[in-house]
């Protein structure tokens, strides 16, 4: 019941339903994650702060919990705190320009690293860095809406924002033809807004039709077709 009202938009209802099942079952962390998503939507973050260090409590590596606490403490403007030994913001070199972290290797290693980021820049910084390919073993189950989400607004505002730069254009077809392939894709991307799926319609938009030729073309053509109908857009 609170992941169908938080499905339709009705996040108290939800909140609500999250709230008397775990009343009844306070031993599971999944009530109060849930909960925490639902008061990010409204805006609660100190409720979303406060719901997800019992989660972390109950079990200390749960990504999401993770991850959604660091969004409630960036929108806190708790940087300092939104990854404890993590700077919130990257020191620049003598040159202004971000400096190169090594890519995350592992879901845990990704969402400590995310959540301290406060900047898009830094975001596309590390989304870069990642293989696509690699998106559906680092992600493996563990992919949610609030996750994807944020990937696919950050990719929507790096494309925009350099909509000529052909090695950026390679970098986010990439991401958008490999994410579907993540396991429960499906699933997550049933619980995302239209507004969030609007963001994937406006990446290709921007990315138009893949102008491959030859026998590799035609492949690479077919495998963009069947990621724009897994996110549910047109051509």
Known sequence: QGNAAFKAGDFPKAIGHYTAAFIADPSNPTYPLNRAAAYLKLGKNE??????????????????GIFRRGQARVALQKLNDAEAGTPSQAP?????????RPPPETLVAF???WSSLSTEEE???????????????????SLDASILAAVLHSLRVAIAAAPEDEERLKVVRAYMVNLP???RFGTVSLMMSAEELGE????????????????????EKRKEEGSRMAWGCSR
Not at 47 to 64: M, Y
Not at 92 to 100: A, E, I, Q, S, Y
Request: with cysteine; aromatic share 6%; glycine share 10%.
């Open 47 to 64: 409720d979303a702060e406060r719901d997800c260090d019992a989660v972390l409590r109950l079990d200390g590596k749960n990504v999401k």
């Open 92 to 100: 620049r070199n003598g040159h202004g320009t971000l400096p190169k």
């Open 200 to 219: 994937a319609q406006a990446i290709w938009d921007i990315l138009g039709q893949y102008r491959g030729d030859g026998v590799e073309g035609e492949m």
């Open 111 to 113: 969402m400590k690293l």
């Open 123 to 141: 975001r596309w910084d590390v989304l870069r860095q990642i293989p696509a390919t690699r998106l559906p073993v680092l992600f493996k189950t």
């Open 181 to 183: 392939r993540v396991p």
